[in-house]
């Protein structure tokens, strides 16, 4: 079962300190059109994420600029 910390560090590619829960993005995946998955999380003390990554393939994307 996929938590928040774990799709979190997945979309970061290593650790994060906290998350928050997960949440249905309400939009389709640009590559596959499957089911785009957010998720909020602190990588480090002084910043805030927000990821959505797609349920059904490798599709990802950050709101960092």
Do not use: H
Not at 24 to 29: H, L, N, S, V, Y
């Amino acid at each position: 079962m996929v938590t928040p910390q774990s799709l979190a560090e997945l979309v970061e590619d290593g650790d994060v300190m906290d998350a928050d829960p997960i949440e249905d993005a309400e939009r389709d995946c640009p590559d596959c059109g499957g089911n785009v998955l957010t998720v909020g999380y602190m990588p480090s003390v002084l910043e805030f994420v927000t990821a959505y990554k797609c349920q059904d393939c490798a599709w990802q994307q950050t709101d960092r600029e």
